[in-house]
């Protein structure tokens, strides 16, 4: 009977001690099409041409900037980022290695993602954040839609 007693103690601090589940959360934001920027830094070769018909090279850096709102299309804050150009082309082929920070009311989420151009959908990494984010980490996925917006949602977890 000891024996019984000193095994189920011995189990029931082993489950104690076992980490529970990280618990994910899930935060939906959207990019506006209005009061962005969006610019390149055109290194050489430099692109004879401008706007969609733009040839982007190895190496170009692309600026972009976004305003957030929340899924009740409220103000939340603004997204920054920053792209260096891995694989030259015109909008419709090129790629490039991202990083930004979604700086919100309730904190920033830093994050990475590779862009390609031609698709709409995008998946990111989540590095960590501040504020109501702190010590979070995970996976976003970025849809862009025709009129300019994107929706990003963040999957995120300790």
């Known amino acids: 009977m000891v024996r019984k007693v000193a095994l189920l103690t011995l189990f029931a601090s082993f489950v104690a001690a076992a980490p529970a589940a990280a618990q994910s959360q899930t935060l939906t934001v959207k990019e506006t099409a209005r009061g962005g920027t969006t610019d390149v830094v055109d290194h050489p070769p430099k692109s004879p041409k401008g706007g ?4 982007l090279s190895k190496d170009d850096t692309l600026v972009i900037t ?6 009740s299309n409220r103000s939340i804050g603004r997204v920054r980022v920053t792209c260096a150009v891995t694989k030259a082309g015109g909008f419709d082929k090129a790629a490039a290695d ?3 920070v979604f700086q919100m009311k309730a904190g920033k989420l ?3 993602l590779p862009l390609d151009f031609a698709s709409a959908t995008t998946n990111g990494t989540v590095l960590g954040g501040t504020g109501a984010y702190a010590g979070l ?6 849809v862009q839609h025709r009129d300019g917006s994107a ?3 963040f999957t995120l977890a300790p």
């Open 52 to 55: 969609s018909d733009r040839r």
């Open 137 to 142: 980490r995970g996976t976003w996925t970025s």
């Open 66 to 71: 976004n305003p957030l709102v929340d899924t």
């Open 110 to 112: 830093y994050v990475t």
């Open 151 to 153: 929706t990003d949602t």
């Open 98 to 100: 991202c990083l930004g």
